[in-house]
């Protein structure tokens, strides 16, 4: 999702993160299906919308989405964030706000799932 949403911004998704913290305002994204998120994204560019502005509303929708379903299933106050996304700063800043806690994230947390299937495999 972010690496198609950072395309269509005409960003990297390192530049997409870095902008969307520092965008003034945001606006509000409605999908969060691939294909009609890209089409949102894509009109509001048409309208001159910022694209800082632009990234800000995609993360949030995202973090708005991923807060409500970790706290539905009840997340603990000590949660790890990894993967590759866990390398971006806004939706890191932003699940933190959410959530009223600090993320654990490792060092190198884009290879978190890797290292358990390479565990795994081993056992």
Not at 30 to 40: D, G, H, L, P, R
Not at 52 to 75: T, W
């Amino acid at each position: 999702f972010l690496e198609v949403m950072a395309t269509a911004l005409g960003l990297s998704l390192e530049e997409m993160g870095l902008q969307a913290l520092q965008a003034e305002g945001e606006v509000k994204i409605s999908s969060m299906c691939t294909v009609f998120a890209e089409s949102e994204v894509t009109g509001l560019i048409a309208r001159g919308t910022p694209r800082p502005e632009i990234a800000r509303g995609l993360h949030e929708a995202i973090c708005d989405r991923a807060s409500a379903l970790l706290k539905r299933v009840g997340v603990q106050r000590e949660l790890v964030f990894a993967g590759g996304v866990a390398r971006n700063p806004c939706l890191r800043a932003l699940l933190e706000e959410r959530l009223g806690f600090p993320l654990l994230v490792p060092e190198n947390p884009q290879i978190v799932g890797a290292l358990g299937a390479a565990l795994d495999a081993l056992s």
